[in-house]
């Protein structure tokens, strides 16, 4: 079966191609059995695959399909590499994917265009596939790009409202600026290795650059811009929030549990290279302490339940990231397996509410949920569990990995602990906030009857999943080189083990109990100002949109009419003008003509005796 | 012979279609149709034929067919044509585009159609000689044949400001246009008195020793006349004028073809004839291309108007192609050629789009539009594609040719090359806003417009798995022009007085 993967992308591509060239013909059953169907069929071969491998030993295999194209030494081929990593991610996205999926074919199931959204899917989990398939960073870029486009697309879903489409341009543009240092790395690497086919290409390095080195320190941090964009981390991490207009299974799929990991797979992908530059990798670590801060901040005084998550997921990111920055590669990617079952959970659990309230997003219009929800609950509870790390959940697995492996850093250890533990303290205010307000204490807006099954399932497999997650082996041993041994012992893991239990109490105390008043605080001017900076983003919005959006408009503004064309125009005017007053002196007057030949020809005469 | 039977073929069926105008206004379409699918089977043959050597100077190229008859003795003017892998791609991008110009003036046009296919049918037939031509003076010919009707297309069938966009188009062709023929006669002349043969031979023109002074102004007249039609920046301003006012079909023209001979120019004379001055200008010559990438893009943002708007693409898109000449590496020219073939096809389907909208909202303002997605889907899925393409999406033809131009400027100058690589997110700037304010937004009500019909939706059909195919197995087309851009690179690496700039290593 390995060598048919091809199949695992092409299937949903071929899905893609039926529903566009169906254009909306098709009755819904159709369009939900080729859209689900696809991505089914897709997850059944990632399992398969799997299975071969792990039997045999899990040893990387080359698939290739073609030549790209051949132009001047440069041979990107059609070629997937599938290892560990590879398998990994696929298994995430086809099977978190093909969850989504199945949930969509209910949640969308009113919307006019259901079969334009499942297209878009379906091209979306293909271009995904492609990107972690890619035998090279050429391939890679498709995907990388496939994906940013599917996501503009599906963010922007509901045309009709131009808030949905400035959400979805500034998620592209926005992530296209961290694509084009991406591609500058690109150029890069060519320059120096010539070629760009992933596992030749990291050998190459190993072998022409030490350690510390100049070039793969750029080359490594243009990579990082690139994951900045896609995986929304700071600087370039403004579009995620915006991002959630699209519909709510889109921010499950995309902009939680796939997409936005991109960046995390592709630096664990060149790893080698990161290895070869301290520099990088700390900046790494850096952006992924900073970002899970800033976002954890963020998420606390939101009201809109799918912003809340959207913080909470570049929070979450940026753990990822900091795993990558401290060389806990593993402990990165497996947080971002985890990652995509409990956020995937909460956010489906969320679309069953918004579903189930007529489009509710504020939480505060919310309450009492538990007993109207079951379901929802149920999930919001297990996700909201294992995104703050509570002991018995895939999350706390993960996610204590990262914090123990943060402390053993030789590079400021400790002080990335320590904010990778404010973090997690936060993560379980902000997520026991939601909880407690949404599904506790009053009913504040009457919901609808429950969805049904196809809504239900994915979340009751899911919740499943997030417990039961953090015992998987994810079979990336060999792909990463060996992690260095955790200690394990005094204070440090139970501090670490400790922390989000506080959390999940001074929350309860906060938001349910009010035994602790928080009302003072947040009403203090301090407060006041302190919660709209944080509800603002950092006011990260307002800076970008002074120092590109209105100089950009401006300049484009001014110069609509081209000022280069007055050159031209102006030219055109002075000849005008020449020839006008040149056709002054035509007068009909015989007189003048006969004056004016008698003195041009003295004046003639009198050059030409001059001259001689 | 074949290639003065194609270019005969499209000069008489222009002229039966204007006499087939007395007996029914359906009829020149067909004939021109007709004469433009005859003039493409002559072409077949060339694909499999066996290329044969001519040498270039001391360097050998395969030309696919090479035909010669005399003129004008007297002054050493032949019939000299001849086709090789370029040339063929280019007269293919050429003919298929004809067919799509025709078929995109076919319901727009009620006014002298018969006239109106004969001048389009001798832009086709001069475009063809332009690229097929090695006499020079034979060449100047044909860039004049090329560029007189297009001026009538301008200015009898086009919009409201058509006299101006006409005559501005026709002046700065015309004029720079005569630079070059300066600079054909005055290197003839050159290699007269070295030599005491008066030709104006291609390959006779090759690598004659000229002092270098006198070099660079011969050179200047072929550059300037080039980068006006390609057009670069700051020659470009008759462009959004000329695009804006043309009628559909010569707007797919122009746009797909015409400016494609100002880089095929660049390609096939100014750097071969002048090796040794072009490279004295290439750092500003590519300066220039990336001026116009990103000048381009702003100015297209900055458009209400939706033509104008993919005019300033085209500015920002050929900037890429100018970029690639000059850089003149094997990956920087082939993702030049890729990026002319790659920008005929999307963005003479943006132009079929704007007369498609024209036609049936007769505006081409952008703020009068919106929510256009709900009455006409399939046009909306259709022009998504086009700008998607045109914002340079891997796995479509321009993103194919956009990467590798980069990808080779960033051996030659990395500057330069980071400052280009801002027009990839540029492009998606304008081309997301144009979608926005096209196709997206609330739709207005009581609007009752006709989607995309069977005619325009094929035509579409053919030009998007045409850049599918470029971006997903261009290898056919590298193939096809690889010996001519080798030969070329190495000729004008070897040639004296370029200490191997050319080559790449020397910058």
């Known amino acids: ?612 | 012979m074949l290639l003065w039977a194609t270019i005969l073929v499209l000069l008489a069926g222009g002229a039966i279609a204007w006499l087939a105008e007395a007996w029914n206004k359906d009829l020149p379409r067909w004939v021109s149709v007709g004469s433009i699918v005859i003039a493409g089977l002559l072409m077949v043959p060339l694909f499999v034929s066996t290329p044969q050597t001519v040498l270039l100077a001391d360097t050998e190229s395969e030309w696919l067919a090479v035909s010669s008859s005399t003129w004008i003795p007297r002054f050493g003017i032949t019939l000299l044509v001849g086709i090789d892998g370029l040339s063929l791609l280019m007269v293919a991008l050429t003919l298929l585009l004809g067919v799509v110009a025709v078929a995109s003036s076919w319901s727009e046009i009620d006014y002298r159609p018969g006239f109106f296919q004969f001048n389009l049918m001798w832009t086709l037939a001069g475009v063809v000689g332009v690229f097929v031509a090695l006499d020079l003076f034979l060449f100047f010919l044909f860039w004049e044949v090329m560029l007189i009707p297009m001026y009538f297309l301008i200015a009898i069938w086009g919009h409201e400001e058509r006299g101006y966009a006409a005559m501005k188009f026709f002046l700065f062709t015309q004029v720079s246009g005569l630079l070059m023929l300066v600079s054909i006669v005055a290197l003839v002349l050159v290699h007269h008195s070295n030599s005491g043969v008066l030709t104006f031979n291609y390959f006779d023109l090759l690598g004659i020793p000229i002092s270098e002074g006198v070099a660079f102004y011969l050179m200047l007249g072929f550059f300037i006349a080039f980068v006006v039609k390609l057009p670069g920046f700051p020659f470009h301003t008759w462009l959004p004028d000329a695009h804006t006012q043309a009628p559909t079909a010569a707007s797919v023209l122009l746009a797909g073809i015409l400016l494609k001979t100002g880089a095929y120019g660049l390609i096939r004379f100014t750097v071969p004839l002048f090796p040794g001055a072009a490279i004295e200008i290439a750092q500003f010559a590519m300066v220039l291309g990336v001026v116009g990438i990103i000048y381009g893009a702003i100015l297209a943002f900055a458009q209400t108007d939706f033509k104008r708007l993919v005019a300033y693409s085209s500015v920002s898109h050929m900037g890429f192609v100018l970029l690639g000449v000059y850089a003149w590496n094997e990956l920087t020219l082939q993702g030049s050629v890729m990026q002319m073939v790659a920008h005929g096809l999307s963005t003479a389907a943006l132009f079929m789009l704007a007369g498609a909208l024209q036609h049936r909202l007769h505006t081409r303002d952008m703020s009068k539009m919106g929510g256009l997605w709900q009455d006409m889907p399939r046009m909306g899925a259709i022009a998504m594609f086009f700008f998607v393409a045109s914002l340079g999406m891997p796995g479509l033809g321009n993103f194919v040719g956009e990467f590798l131009v980069l990808l080779g400027a960033f051996k030659v100058n990395i500057v330069i090359t980071v400052i280009a690589s801002i027009g990839l997110i540029s492009a998606a700037i304008y081309a997301l806003i144009a979608m926005q304010k096209v196709f997206q937004g609330a739709p207005t009500a009581g609007r009752a417009l006709n989607d995309l019909d069977t005619r325009e939706v094929l035509v579409m059909v053919l030009m998007m798995l045409g850049l599918v195919g470029l971006g997903m197995y261009p290898q056919p087309v590298f193939d096809l022009v690889d010996p001519v851009l080798a030969s070329l690179y190495e000729f004008s690496g070897a040639a004296e007085g370029t200490q191997g700039a050319w080559t790449g290593d020397g910058q």
């Open chain 1, 1 to 612: 079966m390995i060598d048919h993967i091809y199949l695992v992308p092409l299937l949903p591509l071929v899905g893609f191609a039926l529903l566009f060239i169906t254009a909306g013909q098709l009755p819904r059953p159709w369009v939900a059995a080729i859209g689900v169907g696809s991505v089914g069929l897709s997850a059944l071969i990632v399992l398969i695959v799997g299975y071969e491998m792990l039997l045999a030993g899990a040893s990387p295999v080359v698939i290739s399909l073609y030549n790209w194209f051949s132009v001047g030494g440069f041979v990107p081929g059609l070629s997937f590499y599938v290892d560990g990593l590879a398998l990994t991610m696929m298994l995430v996205i086809t099977g978190v994917g093909f969850l989504i999926h199945v949930y969509s074919s209910l949640f969308m199931y009113e919307d006019a265009d259901y079969s334009r959204f499942f297209a878009y899917m379906n091209l979306f989990v293909s271009a995904m596939l492609v990107l972690v398939l890619a035998d090279n960073l050429l391939l890679l870029y498709l995907g990388w790009e496939g994906v940013g486009l599917c996501s503009y697309l599906l963010v922007g879903f509901w045309y009709q409202d131009p808030a949905n489409g400035a959400a979805a341009r500034k998620a592209f543009v926005v992530t296209r600026v961290g694509d084009t240092f991406m591609a500058l790395g690109l150029f890069l690497l060519f320059l120096h290795l010539g070629t760009l086919d992933i596992q030749p290409a990291m050998q190459l390095a190993s072998a022409t650059w030490q350690s510390g080195d100049v070039i793969p320190t750029i080359a490594a941090l243009l990579l990082v811009g690139g994951a900045v964009g896609k995986s929304a981390q700071l600087p370039l991490q403004t579009w995620l929030p915006d991002a959630m207009a699209g519909p709510t299974p889109v921010s499950a799929l995309i902009h939680a549990a796939t997409m936005v990991t991109a960046g995390v797979y592709l630096i664990a992908r060149t790893h080698e290279l990161f290895l070869l530059s301290p520099t990088a990798q700390f900046v790494v670590a850096i952006i992924g302490v900073a970002t899970l801060l800033v976002a954890a901040f963020s998420a606390l005084v939101q009201t809109d339940i799918k912003r809340i998550l959207a913080f909470s997921t570049i929070s979450q990111i940026g753990y990822m990231f900091l795993a990558l920055g401290v060389g806990a590669w593993s402990a990165g990617i497996f947080h971002l397996v985890t990652h995509a079952f409990f956020k995937a959970l909460l956010f489906l659990g969320a679309g069953a509410v918004i579903y189930s309230l007529h489009h509710e997003h504020n939480i505060f219009r919310m309450g009492g949920l538990r007993r109207r929800l079951p379901v929802a609950f149920l999930s919001f509870v297990i996700g909201s569990a294992a995104l703050a790390a509570l002991p018995l959940t895939s999350g706390f697995v993960s996610k204590d990995a990262i914090l123990l492996a943060a402390f053993e850093s030789p590079h400021a250890g400790p002080a990335l602990w320590l904010g990778g533990l404010l973090g997690a303290l936060l993560t379980s205010i902000y997520s026991f906030r939601l909880v407690f307000t949404v599904f506790f204490g009053p009913v504040r807006t009457e919901p609808d009857a429950p969805a049904g099954l196809p809504m239900a399932i994915p979340l009751v497999i899911l919740c499943v999943l997030s417990i039961v997650g953090g015992l998987f082996q994810i079979p990336v041993d060999a792909v990463f080189p060996e992690a260095r041994e955790s200690l394990h012992e005094g204070a440090i893991p139970i501090v670490t083990l400790a922390v989000p239990i506080i959390g999940v109490i001074l929350a309860y105390f906060m938001f349910l109990d009010q035994r602790i008043r928080i009302a003072p605080l947040v009403e203090s001017s301090v407060g006041r100002a302190l919660g709209r900076f944080w509800l603002s983003h950092w006011a990260m919005d307002w800076l970008y949109d002074r120092i590109f959006v209105v100089p950009y408009t401006f300049v484009a503004r001014i110069n609509q009419a081209d000022v280069v064309d007055t050159v031209y125009n102006g030219t055109a005017t002075i000849t005008r003008r020449l020839h006008h007053l040149a056709s002054l002196t035509q007068t009909g007057q015989l007189r003048r003509y006969v004056t004016m030949m008698t003195v041009g020809l003295i004046l003639l005469v009198a050059i030409l005796l001059g001259v001689r």
